[in-house]
């Protein structure tokens, strides 16, 4: 069965220390892996598009990053408003549409 | 104004209760979509809708049913709400022309609580 998988679940740092994000997948014919971002009470926001292995895309403090197993996502000294819920999703081909599967997020504090 | 407008924002019922929960969006997409977003789990797809005339079973879509009332409308309904519906909704929208780049605009969220 397709999954995808984050981690670790919640992870605090302090301003400026940098960190990675997991987020690991398993689905055959991969057509792309999305990072969203999703502060408190707010609906997700799209960050970025990875379609294969070696892609690199960055915003500001973030580098998201893809393997032919994973993606990670990068944080470079980050700042106290990065914090948030970062989720991963990829698309599934179920009945002839893609829908897309989604990792259950990875909760970022960033203490000042 | 927020381009996806989901009401109600938060709402409160019995079990039994027939609920609506209704998604607007001013930006002209034919593609829309309500999931489902429990603690610990992944977002969850309810139904889709290509254009009005084509609605689709997503993943979790026992219980639940939908109407595509104009391109910019979608509404999601609990005909007989149990508490294991308790949980926080989105409506989210996706232009056709790109389908594969998973590049959806979600409202707000509806947090619905069945007591």
């Known amino acids: 069965e397709d999954q995808v998988t984050q981690s670790p679940e919640a992870l605090r740092l302090q301003e400026g220390e940098s960190s990675s994000l997991n987020c690991s997948y398993t689905?055959?014919?991969?057509?792309?892996l999305f990072w969203y971002r999703q502060d408190p009470g707010k609906g997700p926001e799209f960050l970025f598009t990875l379609y294969s292995a070696g892609e690199e895309k960055e915003k500001e403090r973030l580098k998201a990053t893809l393997t032919k197993k994973e993606s990670f996502l990068h944080i470079t000294a980050p700042k106290p408003e990065d914090s948030a819920t970062y989720l991963c999703a990829v698309p599934q081909l179920v009945d002839s549409n893609y829908q897309l599967i989604w990792g259950a997020g990875t909760k970022l504090i960033i203490k000042p | 104004d927020a381009d996806v407008t989901q009401t109600p924002r938060n709402r409160i019922t019995k079990t039994g209760k027939r609920i609506m929960l209704e998604c607007s969006q001013t930006?002209?997409?034919?593609?829309m979509y309500w999931y489902r977003q429990d603690p610990g789990l992944g977002l969850r797809l309810i139904y889709y809708s290509f254009d009005v005339k084509d609605i689709n079973k997503g993943e979790i879509s026992d219980g639940y049913s939908v109407s595509r009332q104009a391109q910019a409308k979608f509404s999601l309904s609990l005909e007989s709400a149990i508490p294991n519906q308790t949980a926080l909704y989105f409506c989210?929208?996706?232009?056709?022309?790109?389908?594969?780049?998973?590049?959806?605009?979600f409202g707000e969220g509806s947090r619905l609580t069945v007591l």
């Open positions: 689905v055959s014919g991969l057509r792309g």
């Open positions: 989210a929208t996706s232009d056709a022309g790109t389908d594969d780049t998973g590049e959806l605009f």
């Open positions: 930006k002209g997409h034919d593609r």
